[in-house]
T-cell receptor, first 116, second 112 residues
Framework: GAVVSQHPSRVICKSGTSVKIECRSL??????MFWYRQFPKQSLMLMAT?????????EQGVEKDKFLINHASLTLSTLTVTSAHPEDSSFYIC????????????FGNGTRLTVT | GQQVMQIPQYQHVQEGEDFTTYCNSS?????IQWYKQRPGGHPVFLIQ?????EVKKQKRLTFQFGEAKKNSSLHITATQTTDVGTYFC????????????FGTGTQLKVEL
């Protein structure tokens, strides 16, 4: 079945530094990928839609200059949390539809970010 | 904007009991999907419903899409400890776009 690989699974960084999270579709091409954020015991909140070859579409309230998204190829999207602060600590998870953008999503394993 | 609510938020059952989670959208949906997230894991796709009034079954799981395409339910018959996790519905607004809005989730705990 379709596999989405996300790396790293866990990262601890100091306040003010930047962290890059990679999301790869291993056995299919993804022109669109979705980045979600999940707080403990809460739902998944869509942050942005990553589009291969064009700019990402950010949801209302998400700072595009803070959460940089680059969809470098049909199998790779990256999320960079710039100048991280403790309030950015969260579970970040990417996903990709295996067919059309409306098809079911396959999720990466997620990245647990802790900013100290 | 679109809101998708689920009830209950939490459910504790004894193994063998049935379980139901209800999903309600503030807007009409083009389709609805259900996902399961185990503790510490990532969401895993279970099923997609598209048609008004559609009912689908997967072994002990029964999924239903409301006639108005604004609500859905997931029913598990005779729960097992392997059913533990959080169940999310997720829907797309008929207004178009690829955005999938996740419900608030129902956390299921199954006790022996």
């Amino acid at each position: 079945g379709a596999v989405v690989s996300q790396h790293p699974s866990r990262v601890i960084c100091k306040s003010g530094t930047s962290v890059k999270i990679e999301c790869r579709s291993l056995d299919f091409q993804a022109t669109t990928m979705f980045w979600y954020r999940q707080f403990p015991k809460q739902s998944l909140m869509l942050m942005a839609t990553s589009n291969e070859g064009s700019k990402a579409t950010y949801e209302q309230g998400v700072e595009k200059d803070k959460f940089l998204i680059n969809h470098a190829s049909l199998t790779l999207s990256t999320l960079t949390v710039t100048s991280a602060h403790p309030e950015d600590s969260s579970f970040y998870i990417c996903s990709a539809p295996t067919g059309t953008p409306n098809s079911p999503l396959h999720f990466g394993n997620g990245t647990r970010l802790t900013v100290t | 904007g679109q809101q998708v609510m689920q009830i209950p938020q939490y459910q504790h059952v004894q193994e063998g009991e049935d379980f139901t989670t209800y999903c309600n959208s503030s807007t009409t949906l083009s389709n609805i999907q259900w996902y399961k997230q185990r503790p510490g894991g990532h969401p895993v796709f279970l099923i997609q419903l598209v048609k008004s009034g559609e009912v689908k079954k997967q072994k002990r799981l029964t999924f239903q899409f409301g006639e108005a395409k604004k609500n859905s339910s997931l029913h598990i018959t005779a729960t097992q400890t392997t059913d533990v996790g959080t169940y999310f519905c997720a829907g797309r607004d008929t207004g178009g776009g690829n955005k999938l809005t996740f419900g608030t989730g129902t956390q299921l705990k199954v006790e022996l």
